[in-house]
């Protein structure tokens, strides 16, 4: 099975750098995905990881160590409208699935950025 | 707008009832996922279907079951609904760049 671990709430101010950490634990690891979810909308991509290192996306980051099981995401320039729920989810190659895939969700971190 | 679209938008319906959700992959996606998000928890992935066939089972119960069409549109039946069951239900399709999954606006059914 696979275990998923992410701070449930953040908080930080408008135009400040706030990381949010996610820690997990699978067998089959076959990368690592950041969503973004605002209340009662669907989650949307934000990125991907499957290699150590730190992958930029204009002001969002994301970081992955697979020896550790660890990644973060990165925001700069916090703006208001960041206000949401970050997803840490890891994706597995179940055996004998062929090109199935699953991905499997932290329960997500409530980030509250504020003035 | 992600290009996955789901039918109806909110459901209000009573205990023991059952009801079907619609899902429609992005234009060229042949997988569709569905999740079930209950308030304050997390996305569980319930089942994943991929060019008409079941590839992957997650916590669904047996009350719950779904299907793949030839046009690749899926359904989502919950049947004996209970109050927990309230949720919204989530499907998504599969990019083919890194496999990221793009979802559909949801589907928010409320028991009674």
């Known amino acids: 099975g696979q275990n998923i671990d992410q701070p449930t709430e953040m908080t930080a101010t408008e135009g400040a750098i706030v990381q949010i950490n996610c820690t997990y634990q699978?067998?089959?690891?076959?990368?690592l995905f950041w969503y973004q979810q605002h209340a009662g909308e669907a989650p949307t991509f934000l990125s991907y990881?499957?290699?150590?290192g730190l992958e930029e996306k204009g002001r969002f980051s994301s970081f992955l160590s697979r020896s550790k099981g660890y990644s973060y995401l990165l925001l700069k320039e916090l703006q208001m409208k960041d206000s949401a729920s970050y997803l840490c989810?890891?994706?597995?190659?179940?055996?004998?699935?062929?090109?199935?895939?699953?991905?499997?969700f932290g329960t997500g971190t409530r980030l509250q950025v504020t003035l | 707008d992600s290009g996955v679209t789901q039918t109806p938008k909110h459901l209000i319906t009573a205990t023991g009832q059952r009801v079907t959700l619609r899902c429609s992959p992005r234009?060229?996606?042949?997988?569709v996922y569905w999740y079930q998000q209950s308030l304050d928890q997390g996305l569980q992935f319930l089942i994943h279907?991929?060019?008409?066939?079941?590839?992957a089972k997650g916590n669904i119960l047996e009350r719950f079951s779904a299907q793949q069409f030839p046009d690749l549109h899926s359904e989502l039946n919950l049947s004996s609904l209970e109050l927990g069951d309230s949720a919204l239900y989530f499907c998504?399709?599969?990019?083919?760049?890194?496999?990221?999954?793009?979802f559909g606006p949801g589907t928010r059914l409320t028991v009674l």
């Open positions: 990881n499957v290699l150590d």
């Open positions: 234009s060229g996606d042949l997988s």
């Open positions: 989810a890891v994706r597995d190659l179940p055996p004998g699935t062929g090109t199935a895939s699953k991905l499997t």
């Open positions: 699978t067998s089959g690891f076959n990368g």
């Open positions: 279907y991929y060019n008409g066939e079941e590839r």
């Open positions: 998504a399709s599969t990019g083919l760049a890194v496999g990221e999954q793009f």
